[in-house]
Structure formats: C-alpha cells, structure tokens
C-alpha cells in the first residue's frame, strides 16, 4: 500500500509513523503534491494552533491539493478540525471540506481547558469504527471542539456532546489522538488502511 503522510509544520509525524510502524506498515512523509495525489491513503496529522497550521500548509499550496484529494483521507486532532470551515482559534478559516465551525471549550462551565486524556466515544457509524464497542475510551488533548453537524460519525461528551469524530465523501476526521489511543487506536487506524 502507498500511504503517505502530510509534512507540514503542525504534524504529530513521529507518533504516527510510530503507531503505523507497530502495524507493519510503512509510510511516506510528504509535501510533494503529486506523491499525495498517487497515494492510496492520506493521513492528515496535526497537533498545536489552528491558525499556524494553515498557514504552513498555504507555504506549499498544500491547502489546495488537500481540497483536491480523492483517496481516503485521515485528519487527526487539528488535521480533523482544519477540514472544516473555520476555527475560532484565532478566527482562522480552514479548509472549509465540512461546512460547520470549530469552536472553543467554555471555561465558565467548569471544564479543565485543555481537556488532556481518556474520554468515550458513542454513537459510531463507518466502517472506521468496524469492531470497535460503544464507549471505547481514547486519548484527546484539545481546547477546541468542532460541533455536531450531520457528518458526525462518532459523539464525545465533555460538557457538552460534540463531533469526536467526522466524515464527508472520502475525507475521515477524528478529534482523539488515535496514534496514543491504545488497541482501540490501533485497530481504528487498522480500519482506516483497509477502507
């Protein structure tokens, strides 16, 4: 299989090519735009600011070629969110893929902001989720939430209910770190490769 992984300035790289590495599987990191179009699968990692990474990704016009994708695609964490149209993490419009808005935690309700750890999933529907039981608990390390929105493929209640994982046409997000999520991520990755 030809996966590659996006190389851009906010991408969790490492522990991805980690948790692709204890599958057996090896991948390309890559900002070249003809070897992310002959790619059989994308993954679209991300950690840090939303702002920032568009801009890193705008460097090398790799925003476009991100739109332009027909392969499965995979954003994790900020990659999932900078599919949708805008953040309010410093106002930034994103790739604009999902036409719904990311959104911060509200402080006044008492939440721990970031929230940092293990939460559940419910609600899951896709083949991204084959096998893996209702209320599996992942890893989330996040300030911003995207909402739910009729492509929401998987629910994370922290507060509030909100989109922890998402799906439009060929493009998958998921709001959790599926890299450090345990077997539960694993085999979430494991379904991704085999769509």
Known sequence: MNLSIIKY???NIQSVLYALERLG??????DVAEELFAAD???FP???AAASAMESLK???LDEVIRQLKQPVLGICVGMQLLFESSEEGDTDCLGIIPYKVKKFNADAGLKIPQIGWNDIYGLKSELFRD?????YVYYVHSYYAEMNPYSIATTK???EYCGAVRKDNFYGVQFHAEKSAEVGSKILENFLSL
């Open 59 to 61: 460097v090398n016009r």
């Open 132 to 136: 893996i039981p209702e209320y599996s």
């Open 25 to 30: 599987i090896e991948a390309k990191v890559t």
């Open 9 to 11: 300035n906010a991408g």
């Open 41 to 43: 699968k994308v993954i």
């Open 158 to 160: 922290y507060g509030i």
């Open 46 to 48: 991300g950690v840090g």
